[in-house]
């Protein structure tokens, strides 16, 4: 690889990274104060800002910026850091559904908003 491509792919990767910085902290404030806590104790579905595209914005930005790091890494690291954090985003979301069903199990709206689809709507 020429020196110029590499550098392509820094600034590429790095792009990447502020994107997905700039994407997850526009979904932070939507969320409020009690964003470690346990989403089944969010009164609402959240529908503004990047949920109502995504359903997992903050997830889907911490997979951006696996893959952006990852392009500033080794091609092994490259596969390592994607792949490890998609399987991890993936498992957190599977998690975080069946709690969901477990707590809120009565109500109709969100177990068809479960199964609705992990992360684009």
């Known amino acids: ?4 491509a590499y550098r392509l792919f820094l600034a590429f990767g790095a792009l990447l990274v502020f994107v997905a910085a700039l994407f997850r902290t526009g979904a932070l404030p939507i969320c409020g104060p009690k964003l470690c806590a346990i989403r089944a104790s969010i009164p609402k579905l959240l529908a503004d800002g990047p949920y109502r595209y ?7 930005g911490n997979i951006f910026m696996a893959v952006g ?6 091609r092994t690291g490259f596969f390592i850091l994607s792949l490890g ?3 991890f985003v993936f498992r957190l979301i599977l998690r975080e559904q069946s709690e969901l069903l477990r ?6 709206d969100t177990t068809a908003l479960l199964f609705r689809g992990s992360c684009f709507r």
């Open 1 to 4: 690889m020429t020196r110029d």
């Open 54 to 60: 995504v359903r997992n914005p903050l997830y889907l």
């Open 69 to 74: 790091i990852g392009l500033m890494a080794s």
């Open 85 to 87: 954090m998609t399987l």
């Open 103 to 108: 707590i809120r199990a009565n109500n109709i």
